[in-house]
Every structure is written in structure tokens, then in C-alpha cells.
């Protein structure tokens, strides 16, 4: 996401949100803020949900309200924005080698945190056979096991998986 505040083409914003999951337990799920400077902080956020608030109480002071306001909305699909220049990068750093991963055996795991994208949007694309993966569906209860690369359980999961499959590589994403 903080790519995308640096777009001023696509998606010329002032900030982003990233709705996530996390690598801890589900009740840490929550939101990331971006501007074109970096990730927000605590006491940015508290700004800017005092600044919402105040805002808000004037709006409705005024005699405003969400009927009466309308508002500009622009849909970017900025995930096949990032992953495109994710595979173009990786294809140039390879010496602009069109398959650099062509029949490696990759398993990910992503313990169905939101990185469960990047095997068909960024690995497959690099002909890299991802049979044999788990847990890609995004699921912030995390059903099968935390997405959490140093949780003992996580990495038995895969740790067998990639042996099941005979696969050259893992990643716990």
C-alpha cells in the first residue's frame, strides 16, 4: 500500500489504508496507514481519528448529512498494479529471464494470512509449480494455524507438506 501513495499517475492519493491480518493471533488484525513519507504511527492515527471526530461534529452541527453529501470515488485494482511490478522487477534483478523459476517446485503456506495472492500472481507467472500450497484463502480467524513464520506449529505444517510434494522450496509467507 505504500507503494500506491507513491503513484501519482494511478492513484495520485494522499494516503492509503491496508485492511490486514497479521502474523499474530487473529484479535491483532486490524488496519496500517501509509502516506507518501512512510507508515503512520500511533500518534498520527490518534491525530487524524481526533481530527474525523471533530470534523464529523461540525458536519452535523451544520445540518449535514451523509444523504446530502456525495462523494468522488475512483476503483483501482492496485493489487494487479503491484503484483505486475513485482514480476517485472524480479524478471529484470533474474537478467530479464522470462521463467526464472521455471519447474522449481514452490509450496507456500501463507497459514490463510493475505499473502495467499502470491502464488498464482507472482510465482506462477515466473513458471514455478505451486502444487501442493495450503491455506491461500485470506481468513482472519486463521482456522488452520497462525500466519506466523516462527509458530512451531506453521512450520510443521509446511515442513511436511514440501516433503509430501517433493517440492525444492518453501515459503512461509
Known amino acids: 500500500m505504500f507503494d500506491s501513495t507513491l503513484d501519482a499517475f494511478l492513484c495520485p492519493v494522499d494516503g492509503a489504508i491496508m485492511i490486514t491480518t497479521s502474523h499474530l493471533p487473529y484479535n491483532r488484525n486490524g488496519f496500517k496507514f501509509f502516506t507518501n513519507a512512510g507508515p503512520l504511527g500511533k500518534t498520527d492515527i490518534k491525530g487524524i481519528l481526533?481530527?474525523?471526530?471533530?470534523?464529523?461534529?461540525?458536519?452535523?452541527?451544520?445540518?449535514?448529512?451523509?444523504?446530502?453529501?456525495?462523494a468522488s470515488v475512483k476503483k483501482v485494482n492496485y493489487m494487479a498494479v503491484y503484483t505486475s511490478d513485482l514480476v517485472k522487477a524480479v524478471r529484470k534483478a533474474a537478467g530479464n529471464i522470462e521463467k526464472p523459476l521455471d519447474r522449481f517446485h514452490i509450496i507456500?503456506?501463507?497459514?490463510?494470512?493475505?499473502?495467499?495472492?502470491?502464488?498464482?500472481?507472482?510465482?506462477?507467472?515466473?513458471?514455478?509449480?505451486?502444487?501442493?500450497?495450503?491455506?491461500?484463502?485470506?481468513d482472519?480467524?486463521?482456522?488452520?494455524?497462525?500466519?506466523?513464520?516462527?509458530?512451531?506449529?506453521?512450520?510443521?505444517?509446511?515442513?511436511?507438506?514440501?516433503?509430501?510434494?517433493?517440492?525444492?522450496?518453501?515459503?512461509?509467507?
Open 140 to 173: 482472519g480467524m486463521f482456522p488452520n494455524h497462525i500466519s506466523n513464520p516462527e509458530d512451531k506449529a506453521a512450520m510443521k505444517a509446511i515442513t511436511q507438506v514440501v516433503l509430501d510434494n517433493k517440492a525444492h522450496l518453501r515459503d512461509h509467507l
Open 108 to 138: 507456500i503456506d501463507t497459514g490463510n494470512g493475505v499473502e495467499g495472492f502470491f502464488a498464482a500472481k507472482v510465482l506462477e507467472p515466473f513458471s514455478a509449480i505451486t502444487a501442493g500450497s495450503q491455506f491461500l484463502e485470506p
Open 50 to 70: 481526533e481530527r474525523a471526530a471533530n470534523i464529523y461534529s461540525i458536519f452535523l452541527a451544520e445540518g449535514y448529512s451523509v444523504k446530502k453529501v456525495s
